[in-house]
């Protein structure tokens, strides 16, 4: 039994890329629709940055399987909804000046402005939590609990960080990025596959955390395909 397809419930298109790239790589016959939940936007409030991002992030995934529930992949035209995976993915960055402040996405150029001023010169992390939302009756052997149950629906979360060091910018640097809207919709303001892969460097962990997902998420997500 073949996947029918993937909803990638979230407007990111770089997320949407790092979907069909794999999909290309891997020569999947899948479908991917990217469709953000109806309240996709979830602002955090937790201590740390791991409990911050997990916890957005399962909100998203509470909201996903309720909207599933609801008859969303239906309304997504999807003809088998039992053998659809469903992802939900939230990515944050570490003030690295307090290990306290939080970047999400900034709302206008002044805020990238300023998180772009304390991440110069600096390594910080970069945690991405990642949800895949699967119905039970694909009997699939995941190497975890699953965080929520909801019916047959079986939610499961992923979360992992890397660590990006910038160079010092200067202000023409500055200027060029915020003038280039590569930090539109990035959490921290920045996009490592965009204008700022020529001034940053990936300390360690996986380039895909920094880009929007959970490496092992991506992982199992792969398994699941291949399984199928």
Not at 107 to 113: S, V
Not at 203 to 209: A, D, H, L
Request: a negative charge.
């Amino acid at each position: 039994m073949a996947l029918e397809g993937i909803w990638l419930a979230s407007a990111s298109k770089r997320r949407y890329a790092i979907l069909n790239a794999l999909k290309s790589e891997k020569n999947y016959q899948i479908s991917i629709i990217a469709e953000p939940l109806l309240e996709d936007e979830i602002k955090p409030s937790f201590p740390t940055l791991k409990e911050s991002v997990f916890s957005v992030n399962k909100m998203k995934l509470e909201n996903a399987m309720m909207e599933i529930s609801l008859g969303r992949l239906k309304q997504l035209n999807f003809k088998n909804c039992e053998n659809v995976v469903s992802i939900v993915s939230d990515t944050l960055v570490e003030d690295p000046n307090t290990y306290e402040q939080i970047f999400g996405k900034p709302d206008d150029e002044l805020e990238a402005l300023n998180m772009l001023k304390s991440l110069s010169g600096r390594r910080h992390k970069v945690w991405s939590s990642t949800g895949i939302i699967i119905h039970d009756s694909l009997n699939l052997k995941i190497n975890q609990r699953p965080e929520i149950i909801s019916g047959n629906w079986l939610g499961y979360v992923w979360t992992d960080y890397s660590i990006v060091e910038f160079e010092d910018f200067t202000d023409e640097v500055l200027m060029n990025l915020l003038q280039s809207n590569s930090w539109v919709g990035k959490a921290g303001a920045y996009d490592l596959d965009g204008k700022m892969s020529k001034y940053s460097k990936l300390i360690s962990g996986e380039k895909i955390n920094v880009l929007g997902f959970s490496e092992n998420a991506i992982n199992t997500l792969e398994y699941i395909i291949d399984v199928l």
